[in-house]
């Protein structure tokens, strides 16, 4: 007996198929998971793009306040000067402070008061006893300084600077003095003549003498004299005593040193009326047909420190290089501020 055949399904079955689709999708899945996730990675890893913000800067939390000018303050100036010095004191309430002194007023810069290289001085104060009512932490300074070698008759200035503490700058003070003006004046006390420059039988020189301080730095240019003596008969070896006539010169000077100068004239010249005094502001030494030209010089050194009154200096203006006309002068040389 024939068997019939097995029949054949119209329908392939699916269940495995489906399963190994979603296998497949799951492991596809998986692996776009773990390049998404390297590719961030090494983005984090990498160099910021241009177009990438910086990173907030992390905040403290508390805001720093501004610096604020230290408290303390200065008062009370009080100067004693002279042509040279000056004793300067005042008040503070700072226990320390900077003191700078010049002949420029200071400037500003960035908010801070400074004399550029002037030498800063470091002082100390000293505590002054309060009033009574007076606060107990409320103490006061006294403070002085002293200065010398100055130059007369010019403004300075000083500053001074006293320092705060934390977050705190600097408050300052200021203060002005003026040293006094300073006078110089030579005195004609006696001439003492070694050559007349008339030799043989023309006898005795005829003389005559001007007095001068030139201007500072101008000693041998043209400058008036400040008086004459009449013309004197004098020879070799005589002396003319002019103590207590009143010649001589002043001026008011800056410097430390004064040129004094003592003109000699020997005139051969008949009538005396043919020389003109006005035309002599220079001082000569010199020999010629109308007579003989010779000038006595001395430079004096000015007290550089501090004095009182008149300060008086006798000092010898002698004919140098040897002229026909010589002699020497004494002279007394004072000088004085005020």
């Given at each position: 007996?024939?068997?019939n055949p097995t029949t054949i399904p119209t329908a392939i079955p699916t269940a495995g198929l489906t399963a190994d689709r979603r296998r497949r999708r799951r492991a596809a899945r998986a692996t776009a998971l773990l390049l998404a996730a390297a590719a961030g990675l090494g983005a984090i890893g990498s160099p910021a793009s241009a177009d990438t913000?910086?990173?907030?800067?992390?905040?403290?939390?508390?805001?720093?306040?501004?610096?604020?000018?230290?408290?303390?303050?200065?008062?009370?100036?009080?100067?004693?000067?002279?042509?040279?010095?000056?004793?300067?004191?005042?008040?503070?309430?700072?226990?320390?402070?900077?003191?700078?002194?010049?002949?420029?007023?200071?400037?500003?810069?960035?908010?801070?008061?400074?004399?550029?290289?002037?030498?800063?001085?470091?002082?100390?104060?000293?505590?002054?006893?309060?009033?009574?009512?007076?606060?107990?932490?409320?103490?006061?300074?006294?403070?002085?300084?002293?200065?010398?070698?100055?130059?007369?008759?010019?403004?300075?200035?000083?500053?001074?600077?006293?320092?705060?503490?934390?977050?705190?700058?600097?408050?300052?003070?200021?203060?002005?003095?003026?040293?006094?003006?300073?006078?110089?004046?030579?005195?004609?006390?006696?001439?003492?003549?070694?050559?007349?420059?008339?030799?043989?039988?023309?006898?005795?020189?005829?003389?005559?003498?001007?007095?001068?301080?030139?201007?500072?730095?101008?000693?041998?240019?043209?400058?008036?004299?400040?008086?004459?003596?009449?013309?004197?008969?004098?020879?070799?070896?005589?002396?003319?005593?002019?103590?207590?006539?009143?010649?001589?010169?002043?001026?008011?000077?800056?410097?430390?040193?004064?040129?004094?100068?003592?003109?000699?004239?020997?005139?051969?010249?008949?009538?005396?009326?043919?020389?003109?005094?006005?035309?002599?502001?220079?001082?000569?030494?010199?020999?010629?047909?109308?007579?003989?030209?010779?000038?006595?010089?001395?430079?004096?050194?000015?007290?550089?420190?501090?004095?009182?009154?008149?300060?008086?200096?006798?000092?010898?203006?002698?004919?140098?290089?040897?002229?026909?006309?010589?002699?020497?002068?004494?002279?007394?040389?004072?000088?004085?501020?005020?």
């Amino acid at each position: 007996m024939r068997t019939n055949p097995t029949t054949i399904p119209t329908a392939i079955p699916t269940a495995g198929l489906t399963a190994d689709r979603r296998r497949r999708r799951r492991a596809a899945r998986a692996t776009a998971l773990l390049l998404a996730a390297a590719a961030g990675l090494g983005a984090i890893g990498s160099p910021a793009s241009a177009d990438t913000p910086p990173a907030p800067a992390p905040s403290l939390g508390i805001a720093t306040p501004p610096p604020t000018r230290a408290p303390s303050k200065a008062w009370g100036y009080h100067d004693s000067v002279g042509d040279t010095w000056a004793d300067v004191s005042f008040l503070s309430t700072a226990p320390k402070l900077i003191l700078q002194v010049s002949d420029k007023q200071h400037t500003w810069v960035d908010g801070k008061a400074t004399m550029g290289a002037v030498l800063p001085q470091l002082l100390f104060g000293t505590p002054v006893p309060g009033k009574p009512g007076d606060l107990a932490t409320a103490t006061t300074y006294r403070y002085t300084f002293t200065r010398e070698g100055l130059l007369p008759g010019t403004p300075y200035y000083a500053l001074i600077t006293m320092p705060g503490g934390f977050n705190q700058v600097p408050s300052y003070g200021t203060t002005q003095f003026t040293t006094k003006r300073r006078y110089v004046r030579m005195v004609a006390r006696k001439i003492h003549v070694s050559n007349d420059a008339d030799h043989g039988l023309r006898g005795k020189g005829e003389l005559f003498f001007g007095f001068r301080t030139p201007k500072d730095g101008h000693p041998y240019g043209l400058e008036a004299f400040g008086s004459w003596t009449k013309e004197v008969t004098l020879g070799t070896g005589d002396d003319l005593d002019l103590t207590g006539k009143g010649y001589g010169d002043w001026k008011e000077t800056r410097e430390n040193t004064v040129h004094v100068q003592v003109q000699g004239i020997e005139d051969d010249r008949d009538p005396w009326d043919a020389l003109e005094l006005t035309d002599l502001a220079k001082v000569k030494q010199e020999t010629t047909v109308f007579g003989d030209y010779a000038y006595g010089e001395a430079i004096v050194a000015l007290p550089t420190g501090r004095y009182e009154g008149v300060r008086s200096t006798i000092v010898h203006a002698d004919v140098q290089r040897s002229p026909e006309l010589v002699f020497q002068a004494e002279v007394q040389v004072d000088v004085w501020y005020e």
